[in-house]
């Protein structure tokens, strides 16, 4: 009955089966799911729809789940205009993060139980929507205690972050320094965290605006050691003055002139890792950087580090990464928590090719329409 209090009972609406074409097969209940669908590539303000449709009955591995949040990523915005390299079956429900807390359980059910917190851990689940069904192996229990917006946006940028900062240079266990662009993205302020509680020192290069200092000291309280806009990193001094040791590992993920500039202060030997293009340009790199500094080229995409990793290794990093959460360490990025029935604003903003955003929107599904 807990349940039945959330959702409102079905009376006239089709049941709808988007990411789970099994469902066609188990019967109905009556339960409601308010939900976002696109059943064609474009234009996320135009293709994007609200719909509200039944939830069938629980198969025996399935887990249903109230969702709390679900952050909008550059990577679901992408994905809908049919520009990502992940394949989805249309008609399809948007979202591959979200959190939120179970009400129910299928017979086979293992490791979850009505109660617990949990995110959804793989992508192309479809996050946005109220109710939800999720097979239990797409599931991940979080501590109750866990932040929202920390959940919601964990599986993401925490563990590109994470990976990148592990996986290309020892930079914990040598205190190597980092430097990063894009270093306000969510990705860039968990690698700023994950530095800080590390001990790493790190460079960060943000465009220039209006209240830089108000944006420099954001970061600067996160964990940053520097912050420069991609005019001082130009002429900076800090490198002649020997503040601080040229860095070897670069994290780009706005590319062109600003990748460019990065790498002209990495070390020799040095690895940039590029993850992200948000300037679409390409990464433009001088001859003298492979000839005479050694420097290494390297991509990153979570998907793929995700697909090919071993069991040991994934609980290590979401071990890692949630204690660091519960401890404070590693908070949410700057976000805006949009209700649900105001999702146009989180696209239409998420949207936007010039940037300046200024924080990461976040559905929250604590709302009714
Ligand atoms: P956010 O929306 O939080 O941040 C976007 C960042 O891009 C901000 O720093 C913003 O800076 C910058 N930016 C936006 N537009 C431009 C522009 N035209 N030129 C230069 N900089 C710009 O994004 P996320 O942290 O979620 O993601 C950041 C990037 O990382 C995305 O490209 C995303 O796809 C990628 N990513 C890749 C992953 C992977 O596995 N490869 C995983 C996670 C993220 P400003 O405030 O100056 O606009």
Redesign the pocket.
Known sequence: MALLSLTKLLLTKAPCYANNPANLKVTMRNLMSKQLVYAQFGDPLHVVKYRECAIPKLKSTEVLVRMLAAPV???DI?TIQGKYPVKVELPCIPGNEGVGIVEEVGGNVQNISKGNKVIVTKPVQGTWRDIATFDEDVLMVVPDNLGVVEAATLT??PC?AYRMLTDFQPVKEKGLVVIQN???????QNVIQICKSWGVKNINI??N?PDIADLKKYLEDLGATYVLTEEEVRSTTIFKEKKIEKPSLALN??GGK?STEMLRHLQHSGKMVT??????DPVIIPTSAFIFKNVSFHG????AWNEKANQADKEKMMKDIITLMCENKLKG?AHKLVKFDQYQEALGN?LT??????C?YILDFSCTF
């Open positions: 990523n550059p990577a992408n993401v940028n590109t894009g270093a306000n993205s969510a990705c860039g943000v465009r605006r993920c706005v600003s993850y992200g293009g948000m300037s679409r990153f995409w979570m998907t990025p998420a090719t010039k940037g300046f955003i200024g990461k």
